[in-house]
């Protein structure tokens, strides 16, 4: 007899953003919130998948009242997402802070970084974006440019402050590599650029797989085992207001056949 789980909907975590001095106008005073920008959550939604997000738990806070904890997380969802936010803290790469780095927040660190470890011991798929690749690169030994422009690692811009989302660049995919492969061969692209950081010296069995003009590295992906995946630019904003953006469905559509991959092996 078929499992009727078989045909429930993939359930994807996604991380949130820690905002710990809230705006007086909002309430909250002296509070925490964890939050999710609306476009990520209805990009992973819009082929199908039910997304929650993965509050970060505190597991050394006297007011902690929960058991639940990373395997639980794990073991209920078919695949994590980890996105932007807070610069990663460079003690988590063996560096001290300089005076270029921004706001950083180690507690979320942590917490994503025992939550990507064990998503990848059990084999399902993580996705990281931006912030969420410079972790995966962390994760797996590699280092980040704490400033693209103080490292001398570039003299391009990668963010622009009035643009935001709408703040682009050329992008080389390599030629033959899986991100190439999921765009039908496409080599040349656009994509947005949010970011000063930028990876340093690659992680442990991951390759890049994509670059900007400047050669600051923008996709990656490990090669064995299971998917693990990073972009440096926010595919949940290539929504269709830009049309020269390089399309966002081939990506969400391959991570989603990944975590369908696991659970029929699971299953089987």
């Known amino acids: 007899m078929e499992n009727p789980a078989s045909h429930k909907r993939l359930l994807i975590g996604l991380s949130p953003r820690l905002l ?14 964890q939050y999710l920008e609306q476009s990520m959550a209805h990009w992973l939604m819009s082929l ?8 970060t738990v505190e597991r050394d806070s006297p007011i902690r009242r929960s058991l639940i904890d990373v395997p639980d997380m794990v073991a209920a969802l ?3 997402v980890l996105q932007g936010g807070a610069d990663i803290d460079p003690r988590a790469y063996g560096e001290e802070p300089t005076h270029v780095i921004g706001p950083v927040d180690a507690l979320r660190d942590r917490f994503e970084l025992d939550l990507l470890r064990a ?12 912030r969420g690749m410079q972790l995966i690169n ?6 980040l440019h704490q400033d693209l422009h103080a490292d001398g690692a570039t003299t391009a811009s990668h963010v622009h402050g009035d643009l935001y989302d709408e703040h682009a660049h050329p992008l080389t995919i390599g030629a033959g590599t899986w991100l190439s492969s999921v765009h039908d061969g496409q080599t040349t692209a656009r994509v947005n650029s949010i970011h000063h950081q930028g990876i340093k010296v690659l992680g442990d069995g991951l390759v890049a797989e994509a670059w900007a003009d400047d050669g600051v590295i923008e996709a990656m992906r490990a090669p064995a085992g299971g998917f693990l995946v990073g972009v440096q ?4 904003f290539h929504d269709g207001r830009d049309d020269t953006l390089l399309p966002a469905d081939p990506v969400l559509q391959a991570i989603l056949d990944a975590a369908t991959a696991w659970r029929q092996a699971a299953r089987a």
């Open 233 to 236: 630019w926010h595919p949940e």
């Open 20 to 33: 710990r001095q809230v705006p007086s106008e909002l309430g909250f005073r002296g509070k925490t919130l």
């Open 138 to 143: 962390v994760a797996l030994g590699g280092t």
């Open 48 to 55: 199908g998948a039910m997304v929650v997000m993965v509050p």
């Open 119 to 130: 998503f990848v011991a059990a084999g399902k798929p993580v996705f990281g974006v931006c």
């Open 78 to 80: 078919d695949g994590l």
